[in-house]
């Protein structure tokens, strides 16, 4: 079993920036693929970024290109979203996800075996 935590989300003003961590326990954090997505208010949940078990590899929703930076601490065993001039349209609560297979930087949420509680995000205008 894999459990996540997220935490850092937050309100803020249109422009500003948050860290999202996401704290991992259970199995070997160093030897899976990790994800960020998103659900706004009446909308399907959508990829937000990846990154391999190495952190050698990222991939990126095209929105979030130069804006938001994931990375991770396989020491801390924590994974971070970096999210820089933030807009009204990025409110969402932001998940986490642990992929154990071999998909890599997947942006499919099939992808994924394990899921955070999620964390609020709000972006006032």
């Known amino acids: 079993q894999v459990r996540l935590v997220e935490s850092g989300g937050g309100l803020v003003q249109a422009g500003g920036s948050l860290r999202l961590s996401c704290a991992a326990s259970g199995r070997s954090f160093s030897s899976y693929h990790m994800g960020w997505f998103r659900q706004a208010p009446g909308k399907e949940r959508e990829f937000v970024a990846s990154i391999s078990w190495s952190g050698g590899r990222t991939n990126y929703a095209d929105f979030v290109k130069g804006l938001f930076t994931i990375s991770r601490d396989n020491a801390k065993n924590t994974v971070y979203l970096q999210m820089n001039s933030l807009k009204p349209e990025d409110t969402a609560v932001y998940y986490c996800?642990?992929?154990?297979?071999?998909?890599?930087?997947?942006?499919?949420?099939?992808?994924?075996?394990?899921w955070g509680q999620g964390t609020q995000v709000t972006v006032s205008s």
């Open positions: 996800a642990a992929d154990l297979g071999t998909s890599g930087t997947s942006t499919s949420q099939l992808s994924y075996d394990y």
